[in-house]
């Protein structure tokens, strides 16, 4: 089945359009709603409940940039399969046709007494509920040696957007016998699979350009990986002798990063790369710990049954920052949260329906061109957490017209999600 907007949106749970109205302040009696995050799940967030309230609730996004460049997708860019613009996207589409006002600006607090958002260009934004989708932070710890001063000798690309330039920028840049080294984050961290894909698409480059002495190293701090069986499989067939996957019995574990000089030092050895990709752990993004709303995770516990903070019965935590049960951290995740955030705030605040929660999400990778591979499930919510109800994967030795139709369908996927986000 081919996805576009219509499919897409009875598939995983739109509902029917609206407009809300522009005004930071409360107006004409309507309750406002601010939304922090411009991502999968935050412009998820407030698509919906603009559209559904149809202007009986006044909506604000706070987001620092202007566009936005996905992380899902940013592989196939590093590939050279798509254009950096194709994965960058506008919000004039939610301010012109949703009246959602979009105020490009940091937050940089929440007063939860006051119910106010704090940012760094103006005054404290009011809101009834607040719905918080910040994304990721770095947790520095897991990488010693590594800080965030570093991001420019050896960029993470874990935030879409400059890095992502950065890092094709290094990639491009490599000569025939340059090696590449990269240290994976520890679980938990957004998309999972997405860093073996990156070594997939890097190993694609190398090859295209006829390398034959460049290889990739990755060390992981995991003794197991998303796919694994799937993309050691690709990495035989499509890249012999490319690319080595060393574990923690192997490498013992990160000693110390230098950037500078491009060397990681584990219990076994120093390895040195000429392009270092180094991916911290992850913990809730900034805004969300300022907030008081992390536990010792450093990610926000949430009810399973609505998204709502754990902590505070006025906010919303979706996306990356949650602790959503079963689910993983990725931008299909975060957009399906979403649609169940916006359910439950519009029930907050204009006493429409709440119905069960029900949450999807489809991890799509790359191998080597038409080569796709998927790892999926449903969910639902129990009394503790978001559990799985049912799942899928790919199955090893499929013929190539069924790998094709997988990338067809997670290239259908990109624009309906992207569609879905942005208007």
């Known amino acids: 089945m081919t996805l576009n907007r219509r499919t897409f949106n009875a598939l995983f749970g739109a509902t029917a359009a609206g407009l809300a109205m522009p005004s930071i302040a409360k107006g004409a009696g309507n309750s406002t709603v601010v939304v922090i995050g411009g991502g999968a799940g935050g412009a998820t967030a407030a698509r919906y409940i603009a559209k559904d309230a149809k202007g009986a609730i006044n909506v604000v996004l706070i987001e620092p940039k202007t ?48 119910k106010q958002v704090r940012i760094d260009a103006g005054d404290p934004i009011p809101y009834d509920r607040l719905v918080i989708s910040p994304g990721i932070d770095f947790n520095y710890d897991t990488t010693p040696g590594y800080n965030a001063a570093d991001m420019d000798l050896a960029p993470s690309a874990w935030h879409g957007g400059e890095q992502t330039k950065l890092l094709k920028a290094k990639l491009d840049a490599l000569e025939d016998g340059q090696n590449i080294l990269m240290v994976t984050p520890p679980n938990p961290y957004r998309c999972p ?29 995991k003794p197991k990986f998303s796919k694994q069986g799937l993309f050691q499989a690709g990495w035989e067939q499509y890249y012999p002798g490319m690319v080595e996957w060393l574990g923690p019995d192997v490498h013992g ?5 230098d950037a500078q000089a491009g060397i990681v030092e584990t219990d076994f ?6 392009l270092l990709n180094v991916i911290p752990g992850q913990m809730a993004g900034k805004i969300a710990q300022l907030a008081g709303l992390t536990n010792e995770s450093g990610f926000c516990e949430i009810d399973p049954t ?14 990356d920052s949650s602790i959503a049960g079963d689910m993983p951290k990725s931008g299909f995740s975060a957009n399906s949260q979403a649609k169940v955030c916006a359910m439950h705030v519009r029930a907050d605040l204009l006493d429409s329906k709440r119905f069960p929660a029900k949450y999807r999400n489809t991890c799509w990778s790359l191998i080597a061109v038409d080569d796709g591979v998927k790892v999926g499930a449903s969910y639902g919510a129990t009394d503790e957490k978001i559990g799985k109800t049912s799942s899928f994967i790919s199955q090893a030795g499929e013929d190539a017209e069924t790998r094709a139709a997988t990338y067809r369908a997670s290239v259908d996927w990109y624009a309906a999600i992207t569609a879905d986000m942005f208007g």
């Open 253 to 257: 574990g990160i000693g110390n990063i």
């Open 67 to 114: 566009h936005f460049t996905t992380c899902f997708f940013s592989n196939l860019y590093l590939g050279g399969l798509r254009s950096f613009e194709s994965i960058t996207h506008s919000y004039e589409k939610l301010a012109q046709e949703y009246g959602i006002r979009v105020v490009h600006a940091y937050a940089t607090g929440v007063d939860r007494d006051k």
């Open 306 to 319: 609505s998204m709502r903070s754990a902590v505070d019965q006025n906010i919303f935590v979706i996306g």
């Open 269 to 274: 050895d120093d390895f040195a790369g000429d």
């Open 193 to 221: 699979p997405g860093p073996y894909e990156r070594v997939s698409m890097m190993a694609h480059v190398l090859k295209s350009k006829g390398f034959s002495k460049s290889r990739i190293v990755v060390l992981d701090p």
